[in-house]
T-cell receptor, first 113, second 118 residues
Framework: QKEVEQDPGPLSVPEGAIVSLNCTYSNSAFQYFMWYRQYSRKGPELLMYTYSSGNKEDGRFTAQVDKSSKYISLFIRDSQPSDSATYLCAMGGVGGATNKLIFGTGTLLAVQP | GAGVSQSPSNKVTEKGKDVELRCDPISGHTALYWYRQSLGQGLEFLIYFQGNSAPDKSGLPSDRFSAERTGGSVSTLTIQRTQQEDSAVYLC????????????????FGPGTRLTVL
């Protein structure tokens, strides 16, 4: 079993839809949770960063972390064609002062105009 | 400011040849990572440099893979005797300091080098 599980998709939605992306994980020691967005033939870029459980909102994006269920989510409201990309979840904070991250395999999202 | 840069952007080589991939991290970043991303796969961790500490090589898939970081800045990933299964995008990332206490501590990625082994 992988340490971080993510549905690879592809996920296709119409413009304006609410998108829900999810990851599950097995290591309860993870403390920091991130979502990266990766456009085709580009490197991943940090989209959302959260510490421990709870919600964080940034514009059309909301990240949720449920440590009791070992489950994280990214919601995209009013999705746009420009949101079409691969979304990678990432987790870290195990073992103290380290930046090491464990990534999910990514979910490919296509927003249809 | 300038982000993480990688060169070349694309590399096509023949099976059995050696290749070198270069990464220039963000100035002042002490941590540097190499990852491999194969089609349909997530980011596979390869190696991690932090300051002057011994690198974490735990992700290198075989002894054909090695990496160096000179002067705490530029890094080179070398793959010897390349195999077709080495074909992938090789991504480099850097971060400013150990720990993840702030979003700015997390990893910033370069655009990657797409390696094709024929």
């Amino acid at each position: 079993q992988k340490e971080v599980e993510q549905d690879p998709g592809p996920l296709s939605v119409p413009e304006g839809a609410i998108v829900s992306l999810n990851c599950t994980y097995s290591n309860s020691a993870f403390q920091y949770f991130m979502w990266y967005r990766q456009y085709s033939r580009k490197g991943p870029e940090l989209l959302m960063y959260t510490y421990s459980s709870g919600n964080k909102e940034d514009g059309r994006f909301t990240a949720q972390v449920d440590k009791s269920s070992k489950y994280i989510s990214l919601f995209i409201r009013d999705s746009q064609p420009s949101d079409s990309a691969t979304y990678l979840c990432a987790m870290g904070g195990v073992g103290g002062a380290t930046n090491k991250l464990i990534f999910g395999t990514g979910t490919l999202l296509a927003v249809q105009p | 400011g300038a982000g993480v840069s990688q060169s070349p952007s694309n590399k096509v080589t023949e099976k059995g040849k050696d290749v070198e991939l270069r990464c220039d991290p963000i100035s002042g970043h002490t941590a540097l990572y190499w990852y491999r991303q194969s089609l349909g796969q997530g980011l596979e961790f390869l190696i991690y440099f932090q300051g002057n500490s011994a690198p974490d090589k735990s992700g290198l898939p075989s002894d054909r893979f090695s990496a160096e970081r000179t002067g705490g800045s530029v890094s080179t990933l070398t793959i010897q005797r390349t195999q077709q299964e080495d074909s992938a995008v090789y991504l480099c990332a850097s971060s400013s300091r150990p720990g993840l206490a702030a979003s700015t501590d997390t990893q910033y990625f370069g655009p990657g080098t797409r390696l094709t082994v024929l």
